[in-house]
């Protein structure tokens, strides 16, 4: 099992001592899917408790750093509060935490269709920002990709007509993505509806900055039509369609890159059905999830039937 805090195990006074709450009240977060993310509720406000499980102090750090870059150059995100001390983590028994404003409304899943133009829109203007902030200058760069080493490990995964899959059509797009050269922009890596809340207002706010990078614009977008475009597990090309038009208001995209999304929306499909299967069947083998990145093999072929964006 991956490691998870729960309720019972956070230390609520030196919470509350680190950012002077008072009265703070912990609610686990509706939903369910939040891991080690609690709703606190006290007298000066409503925010976000997250303990940082996978981080160290230092990439606690940096989360924290570029979130609040990101929110100071105008993204709608969420505010991390700083403790009485001016820093954005705290120390909970060895373990990093950070504590964010609550950002009211929820997570639709899937989102409806009308509030996808909003989502590319997003998208696309953290494309065009520039990553000069200080905060953002050590952002990295590629690493929602595959790492050599990662693609290494396909060769020993036990489903070899996956590995097979896999490796073949990771190499096809790397060869074609070899022959077109896009500047890097800020990606956000992980545009998917949990990662979005509609607020009251209507409006979309977007969080998670973990894997936040510095990549092609067009793997970001393909990334996020994996997560906004897909339903029943299948790519709809009105949803993918409202998604590039929102996004195509900010950031207008040359024929050459509408030709290049279809391969680049596999190739964020490979990017996450590799994921699925490492952590269910090789990280923290688990029979009832053992399959679910066979999701992303339906999904690849109905890109291949369905992503004439001009159809
Ligand atoms: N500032 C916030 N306001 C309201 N809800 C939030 C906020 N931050 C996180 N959440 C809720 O917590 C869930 C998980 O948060 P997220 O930052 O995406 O962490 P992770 O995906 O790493 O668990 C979100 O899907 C959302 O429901
Ligand atoms: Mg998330």
């Known amino acids: 099992m991956a490691k998870y805090t729960s309720l019972g195990q956070i230390d609520l006074p030196c919470v509350a001592d680190h950012y002077g709450l008072d009265q703070p009240r912990l609610a686990p977060l509706a939903g369910g899917a939040a891991n080690s993310s609690f709703h606190l509720t006290c007298g000066s406000g409503e925010f976000v408790l997250t303990i940082l499980d996978n981080h160290d102090r230092a990439s606690a750090e940096r989360l924290a750093a570029h979130t609040t870059a990101l929110f100071d150059l105008g993204m709608p995100t969420t505010e991390v509060v700083p403790t009485q001390n001016g820093s954005l983590i705290a120390d909970m028994a060895g373990r990093p935490v950070i504590l964010k404003r609550w950002i009211a409304g929820g ?5 409806p269709i009308r509030l996808l133009p ?15 902030a200080p905060e953002l200058a050590d952002l990295p760069a590629g690493t929602r ?82 997560g906004l475009a897909r339903e029943d597990g299948l790519l709809v ?32 499909a490979l990017i996450i059905a590799f994921h699925r299967y490492y952590r269910h069947n090789v990280r923290f083998p688990d029979p009832a999830k053992s399959t679910i990145h066979t999701e992303m093999i339906k999904f690849v072929e109905s890109i291949e039937h369905t992503a004439q964006l001009d159809s």
């Open 145 to 226: 990709r595959l790492s050599p080493a990662q693609q290494a490990t396909i060769a020993e995964f036990t489903d070899t007509d996956f590995a097979a899959w896999l490796s073949e059509r990771l190499e096809r797009i790397q060869t074609l993505e070899a022959t077109h050269h896009r500047a890097q922009v800020i990606a956000h890596g992980d545009l998917f509806d949990d990662n979005l809340i509609v607020r009251p207002d209507g409006g979309l706010s977007v969080l998670d900055w973990e894997t936040v990078s510095l990549d092609d614009p067009l793997l970001d977008l393909g990334m996020a039509a994996v």
């Open 237 to 268: 090309p009105e949803r993918l369609r409202a998604l590039v038009a929102g996004y195509v208001e900010i950031a207008p995209l040359s024929e050459d890159d509408l030709r290049a999304l279809p391969a680049e929306i596999e190739h964020a």
């Open 118 to 132: 909003d989502a590319g829109r997003i998208l696309a203007t953290l494309h065009t920002l520039t990553a000069d």
């Open 107 to 111: 997570v639709e899943a899937p989102l």
